[in-house]
């Protein structure tokens, strides 16, 4: 995102140390979107978190405002995923670089091990399928992006599962999906302009060939109703881009005019005929959401407070669905709701410097958001309770 909004989540701690680099000359954005400086961060577009984050150490309390909030250990918090009222995961990183994996039982969030490997571990992305299964993404190496990072919880611990680096540096993932043991998506970008996306066939990790636009390209994120049908969603240029997994390839959709600087950070899915893309316009001064109606991406207006932008969006039906971010140059919380008719902008408890980086639902009832308290450099977790956010 730019420099002058505190936002979006860890892609930002690692794309910019990779374009101070020149690593990825050529992907950035023209125009605001395109100053990018250590300072700002977030998961949905190039920046970095503000101070990266703190020392982690363990436990959860309930803070002010309600908000469920961590810890004596400060942490940034970029994904969530939630398979059911008790079972949900968060992810981020500490101040000290180091992934940050905590766990919702129905009753406290609880840091879990990683068991990352040694070294500078960032985690960006998340997703669950059971209690006893579920994969965290992101990249190790020092410089903000070495080798791509994979984690596995197998229901007891997390541990490394072998992935591809298709460059000797600069390999981040950014998203993952999953919809069975055998089958997992996980998108990102290299450091050769390239988009990258792996998927899991229940025994490996292998690279999928994917489109390559001329002027480079980010993925950021990636969503799955079946083995034979997926999203993927980012840039290239200053343009959006939406990629389609057919059960054979992957192809590139048509996505509606919109104005330049246009970028999308999240994407849902419920079906081959349901699935929404957000993110921001003209270098993220508005918010951004696409429908996909089975036939066609098309845009749908928004609830669009000044300078704001979408980092994520979550759906379980045709008629319920989340799209979370920030707004104001102050960059507050802003979450959206979508009722089946319209979306609709919802009260937060807090209106301080906080960024909401991600959104997880189960029910109409049950949803999770998380992201950074940047004055107090806390993790951030609300929660929907069926009547409001805490």
Known sequence: MRTHQVTVAAIRVIVVPLLLA???AGIAPAGPAAAVT??????????????????????????LAGLV??????????????????????VGTTEGSK?????????AWNQVPSHAPAGDDQLIGVAAISARNAWAVGTIGTGGGGKTLILHWNGTSWNQV???????????????????????????????????????NGTAWKRAASPEPANGAILFDVAATSASDAWAVGFAGDKTLILRWNGI????????????????????????RNAWAVGSVDGEVGTLILRWNGAAWKRVHTP??????????AATSARNAWAV????????????????TTWKQVHTPSSAVNILEDVAATSAHNAWAVGNDYKSRRVLIMRWNGTTWK
Request: aromatic content about 6%.
């Open 22 to 24: 020149g690593a990825a």
């Open 38 to 63: 250590t300072g700002v961060g977030a998961r949905a577009g190039l920046g970095v978190w503000a101070d990266l984050g703190a020392r982690v150490g363990s436990g959860v309390r309930v803070g």
């Open 69 to 90: 909030r961590s810890f004596d250990p400060r942490g940034t918090l970029v994904g969530v995923a939630a398979t059911s009222a008790r079972n949900a995961w968060a």
């Open 99 to 107: 992934a940050l994996i905590l766990h919702w039982n129905g009753v």
């Open 162 to 200: 072998r992935s591809p680096s298709p460059n000797a540096s600069g390999n981040v993932l950014v998203g993952v999906a999953a919809t069975s043991a055998r089958n997992a998506w996980a998108v990102g970008l290299t450091a050769t302009d390239r988009t990258l996306i792996l998927h899991w």
């Open 249 to 272: 390839i992957w192809k590139r959709v048509r996505t509606p005019s919109l104005p330049r600087e246009s970028l999308l950070f999240g994407v849902a899915a419920t079906s081959a």
């Open 304 to 313: 669009s407070p000044l300078d704001s932008n979408l980092n994520d969006v």
């Open 325 to 340: 971010g920030s707004s104001g140059i102050g960059a507050k919380p802003l979450i959206l709701r979508w009722n089946g």
